[in-house]
């Protein structure tokens, strides 16, 4: 019987949220009514706030928000988010974000309903369930945008919602949808708090304190991800903000350069600078001289993270972007590094039509910097060239690659390989884009698997993996080579013995590749693109037998995903795969060994 009034609940908001510009306004009380008396039904509960969110959804309704938050409801709503049952916690938070986001203005709520809601979401909104604190987040900024607030409300956002936001804007494992969620709730709290400790000037000074007291709480709440979370936010803050606010906000950034906020306060500025025109505001000139002499040896984080701030800033700025290739075009150039991980950044984000106005003389700076003796250097230039590529296809095959691939010095070919391994994942890539620059080079490029330098194999490594995820039409012409590459790499090893004096240490320099073979391997399996079944098993038959445990791990993984694909061919294999496997289950542990390394 349950199970038949869940599904007649879900029929209700299905239909209503379809038919509702159709159906008469008492009709479609009637049937929102109906749901809301299921609320006060502990067993219909859920079904009920779920049916109600897919018609707070739906484009076709406007009324439904008015008639379930109004006098009282939205209290009753609120209070079932202080249940303990996530399920309930999780419908309720999608139904409030809905409701509250097609709430009219001036709707009639209840007094201290907004304040209570407020309390209760921001309660949810921690960073050990992230997808709760994504909704809990949403629901703020909808309740705060949306409603008047009150005295109460305002004392909520003060006492409540602000400290919540505050702990959870340095959290490391913020990012994505609950980020700007977040982001969101700032940015509301600054527009309708009127003022005071809800005020823009007092949220900007919050919140590199949290950062800071959260960082001498917990170091790894200090670590990179957690300084950009907070500069998201700072960033969404000030770009919402009115010019007179906006530009003190980026003087103040300015000053705290020099001082020990200085990673945070750069890393803010190249997050504003990617929204904002900040050229005349003095951001461009105060992170350029933050780069120093710019000697890769001297490329400390701070100086790397003004870098990549730097080439934000000029991408939101595009008409800068021709100092910045004088600067790289300087002979000598000490800061080429650090130039090219900045003009990195401003390929990824500038304009598309600024890039391809400048795409050949790129190109021709990027190969100039590959062919010269910084590995560094070669690298970042490499992956410079592959995020160019989603651009300007022709113009990196035509005078990047194929100098590269006919070089005669293999470090060049590497970072071809490089570069192609960028091309297939970068942010603006498009299967046209890969197709017009690789198809025609992925022969050569794949045949690097070949090359006796090692650094070469590992190159063209992380291509076929990068491809194997990303773009895998690419290999499908190629698919034989690559998997009987990969089953050679796979059992590789290339020891030596390293006499220290005291002693000797035996050194496998086949290990990194062993390792990125079976994990191009399995990728290739995850996506069911593997021919030849058998020979996957035999990899790991002999990957289960080798001395290194996490060869070994991987290789018991890649097992479990060959039995779900075709459980026939490792049934053929059981002989060479159950020794391995009785050794490793009747290992002997050595005391000591932590828990986690069992």
């Known amino acids: 019987d349950l199970e038949i009034r869940e599904r007649a609940i879900e029929c209700v908001g299905d239909v209503t949220a379809r038919f509702a510009d159709v159906m ?38 406007s009324s439904t928000a008015s008639i ?16 303990h049952a996530r399920p309930l916690q999780q419908a309720t938070l999608e139904a409030l974000g809905a409701l509250l986001r097609t709430l009219p ?30 909704l809990a987040t949403k629901t703020i900024a909808a309740a705060v945008s949306t409603c008047s607030l009150d005295k109460k409300a305002k004392t909520a956002c003060e006492n409540d919602v602000l400290p919540a936001a505050l702990t959870l804007a340095a959290s490391p494992l913020l990012q994505g949808a609950p980020l700007d969620g977040l982001a969101d709730v700032f940015e509301a709290i600054a527009l309708k708090g009127g003022g005071g400790a809800l005020g823009f000037d007092a949220l900007l000074s919050a919140l590199p304190d949290a950062a800071r007291v959260a960082k001498e709480e917990d170091p790894v709440r200090g670590s990179r991800q957690a300084r950009k979370n907070v500069a998201v936010v700072i960033a969404r803050l000030c770009a919402a903000a009115d ?16 001082d020990e906020n200085k990673l945070l306060a750069v890393t803010a500025l190249g997050e504003l600078g990617r929204r904002c025109d900040l050229s005349k505001l003095g951001a461009i000139n105060t992170l350029t001289d933050c780069l120093g002499a710019g000697d890769v040896g001297d490329a400390d984080e701070a100086k790397t993270a003004a870098a990549a701030a730097l080439g934000s800033c000029v991408a939101g700025a595009p008409h800068e972007l021709d100092g910045l290739l004088d600067a790289l075009d300087e002979d000598p150039c000490p800061r080429e590094y650090l130039l090219l991980i900045a003009l990195r950044e401003v390929v990824a984000h500038a304009p598309s039509d600024r890039i391809k106005s400048v795409a050949l003389r790129l190109v021709q700076r990027l190969l100039t910097a590959v062919q010269g003796n910084q590995e560094a250097v070669a690298d970042s230039a490499a992956e410079c060239a592959g995020a160019l590529a989603a651009i300007a296809p022709e113009a990196v095959a035509q005078h990047f690659l194929d100098p590269l691939l006919t070089a005669s010095d293999v470090k060049h070919k590497a970072s071809a390989a490089a570069c192609a391994k960028a091309a297939t994942s970068a942010k603006l890539a498009t299967d046209a884009s890969v197709a017009a620059a690789l198809v025609d080079r992925l022969e050569p490029l794949l045949k690097l698997l070949d090359d006796d330098d090692l650094d070469c194999k590992k190159k063209a490594l992380g291509l076929v993996h990068a491809a194997a995820h990303n773009r895998l039409s690419l290999l499908e012409a190629h698919s034989g080579f690559v998997e009987s590459r990969l089953a050679t790499l796979a059992a590789l090893k290339i020891e030596h013995v390293v006499d220290l004096g005291p002693f000797k240490h035996k050194v496998d320099d086949g290990l990194p590749l062993r390792k990125a073979a079976l994990a191009a391997l399995a990728t290739l399996v995850d996506r069911k693109a593997v ?9 790991v038959a002999g990957a289960l037998a080798d001395k ?14 060959l039995c779900a694909l075709d459980a026939a061919s490792v049934l053929a294999k059981a002989d060479a795969i159950c020794e391995p496997l009785d050794k490793a289950v009747h290992k002997k542990i050595k005391e000591g060994t932590a828990k986690d390394d069992r």
């Open 243 to 258: 010019a007179s606010t906006l530009k003190k906000a980026v003087a103040n950034l300015v000053s705290q350069v020099g």
């Open 68 to 83: 379930v938050l109004e006098k009282g409801g939205l209290g009753t709503l609120s209070s079932f988010l202080e249940h």
């Open 531 to 539: 021919q030849d079944t058998a020979s996957c098993v035999d990899v």
């Open 105 to 134: 203005p001036k709707s009639k709520l209840k007094a201290g309903d907004v304040a209570c809601t407020l309390t209760n979401a921001s309660s949810l909104a921690k960073d050990s369930d992230l997808h709760l604190a994504h």
């Open 24 to 61: 008469d306004s008492d009709l479609l009380k009637g049937a929102v009514s109906d749901l809301v008396e299921q609320l006060d039904r502990e067993a219909t509960r859920c079904s009920a706030l779920r049916a109600l969110a897919v018609i707070a959804n739906s484009p076709r309704t």
């Open 548 to 561: 290194n445990a996490d060869v070994q791990a991987q290789a018991h993984q890649l097992l479990v995903k």
